[in-house]
């Protein structure tokens, strides 16, 4: 085990040097373990370049991990958009304007946050393209029937890499090796990554077997081939977006003239999104009678989850931070956990779920704290003051600063059931972080069927269904909304409202900007520093 720590503690610093300081590709590390002491086994190749990519897909620090974790993947995709806002209250949650800057869409060329979430998507990409050459090295002397389904599994992982990197921001550098010189990394367009990962996505997929990979077992927490058919999926439907090499004309190809070929057949995108989605249903995916049971505490056994982080306090060190930083102190402290009291539904998100309407949304009590908090006996909890602490969710702004609202505006995130017995202020906790779940395949599936001229009434109201939700026709417009009811808190807004055009629109609290409507926001920039590193790099239109 130490050997495997060491290894990969080495793997980390390598792949963080090359995108951080360009020096290092001049030197040569002395550190190293010899290669036949970590790789000399089938067992000792899977622990190296298999197993140890997942420690980074969560993660305990900033900017680090897919979910859990602050100013990363997950804040960027979600305190960006109509759906989310963390106020700033008084002293807290200003932090030099970060927060702010994030909501109005002014992030910079310098944000630190941005280069932090660069940097770590890259360094798993960079370990993986070290893994795959440490599995081929090994292939050339030994011929275990597992290595196929081993290299498969990384490309996998590194292609999932590459979606969030093209998803974030457009134009990025194609590297495919561990040990590039400076020079060699270029930038290529957007639809060049697009096509690369739909394609390491689509020869991987065959080679990974079938176990549902949120549920306990070998496979658990792992790429299996459910989460490259979601992916793939997921690509296809956002095509539109991720084949337009200039976001910022006004004009995007047609998703019914962007072809893909799927088990033999020439689809459009919208076909192809069916295609996949009818995939996942087929390997046994299904709604969980109850929507709550996705994110209980031990909610692995789940039928509907895809992908998860595997969460447990005393296994892992992965993090769950967003339920800790949004609830109040004292609701937290009631728990005998901690809080900082900051993230809040904002005055969009309350209008999407009906709040405080005859139509109120069902969801919406499973996905936010409102009105007066209680602890877990019932009893009511107080302010330090004394008096009742009550969540005011239409008083949230983007500055309530003296304002008597300071402590107690905004609803609060709750989708995740408490684990009482959670450690780390509560960010240690059993339940597993929801990455993909089938509800999003059936939202997706029916957008696709919408955008390509059928009815999608069926899938979309079988989610609302399971809450006891009213039907409703499938429209774009009802689509949009029922994502933000069904996925809200799930990290997923940011690229749907670009994918239907209100990415860069005007909202509660937030300006558009000059010339945001040619689109430029929709991508975030490359950070200047990166580019400081490596001039070939052009920045992003509109910074």
Known sequence: MKKYIRNTAIA????????????????????????????????DLYLNAVASLYTYIGGYSDSQ???????????????????????????????????????????????DAIQATWEYLYKVVMLSNKSLERIDQFSETHTDAELPAYRAEVRAMRAMYYYYLMDLFGRVPLILTSSPSMKDVVQSERKTIFDFVFKELQESAPLLSEVHSNQSGPYYGRITRPVVVFLLAKLALNAEVYTDNDWTDGQRPDGKNLFFEVNGNRLNAWQTVIAYCDQLQEMGYRLEPDYKTNFTVFNEPSVENIFTIPMNKTLYTNQMQYLFRSRHYNHAKAYGLSGENGPSATIEALETFGY???????????????????????NVVRLDNGTILEYLPWKVALDISNTPYVQTAGARMKKYEIDETATKDGKLMEND??????????????????????????????????????????????????????????????????????????????????????????VFPIPEKIRVMNTKLKQNPGY
Request: glycine content about 10%.
């Open 12 to 43: 980390l610093m390598t792949a963080t040097a090359l995108f951080s300081c360009d020096k290092f590709l001049e030197e040569s590390p002395k550190d190293k373990l010899p290669e036949d002491e970590v790789y000399n086994n089938l067992s």
């Open 65 to 111: 991990g897919l979910q859990g974790t602050g100013r990363g993947v997950y804040d960027l995709n979600t305190f960006t958009t109509d759906e989310a806002i963390i106020p700033t209250r008084g002293g807290d949650w200003y932090d030099g304007g970060f927060w702010q800057g994030l909501f109005l869409h002014q992030w910079g060329i310098e944000n």
């Open 356 to 378: 405080e309407t005859a139509g109120q949304d069902p969801r919406f009590d499973i996905c936010y704290f409102a009105g007066v908090v209680y602890d877990l006996k019932g």
């Open 433 to 522: 972080i929801v990455l993909f779940r089938y509800a999003d395949a059936l939202l997706m599936k029916s957008e696709a069927k919408v955008r390509n001229g059928e009815s999608g009434d069926t899938e979309l109201n079988e989610v609302r269904r399971r809450v006891n939700a009213s039907s409703r026709t499938a429209t774009l417009e009802n689509i949009l909304a029922e994502r933000q009811l069904e996925l809200a808190w799930e990290g997923w807004r940011r690229q749907d409202l670009i994918r239907f055009g209100e990415f860069t629109r005007a909202y509660s609290s937030r300006p558009q900007l000059p010339d945001e409507e040619s689109g430029y926001t929709t």
